[in-house]
Nanobody, 124 residues
């Protein structure tokens, strides 16, 4: 059974940092990604990483502030978020896809598996 379980969300002041974790289990994947969704907005791509961890891509709004990484031994994916802004406040989702497809895999529809989400709240 495939499972993606996120953790690490919470409340942080603007300018602060959080690290989100995603435990992936049940099968291997070609790509893992982070998305976010704020109230009343579409789900937005944040970052993606290949299963090996050798390829990474971050969306422009978070580039230079957020870093995606992977621990192969633990089947974990992380999203290190620094210099958080109120605009970053959203539910963050971990996602995984079976086939490689195009790069970067930035469309939510490409991903077959999703976690339950973790709330990130940024106070100004």
């Amino acid at each position: 059974q495939v499972q993606l379980v996120e953790s690490g969300g919470g409340l942080v002041q603007a300018g602060g940092s959080l690290r989100l974790s995603c435990a992936a289990s049940g099968r291997t994947f070609s790509r893992l990604g982070w998305f976010r969704q704020a109230p009343g907005k579409e789900r937005e791509f944040v970052a993606a990483i290949s299963w090996s961890g050798s390829a990474k891509y971050s969306a422009v709004p978070v580039r230079g502030r957020f870093t995606i990484s992977r621990d192969n031994a633990k089947n974990m994916v992380y999203l290190e978020m620094n210099s958080l802004e109120p605009e970053d406040m959203a539910v963050y989702y971990c996602a995984a896809k079976r086939s490689p497809g195009s790069w970067p895999p930035s469309a939510a529809i490409e991903y077959e598996y999703w976690g339950q989400g973790t709330q990130v709240t940024v106070s100004s």
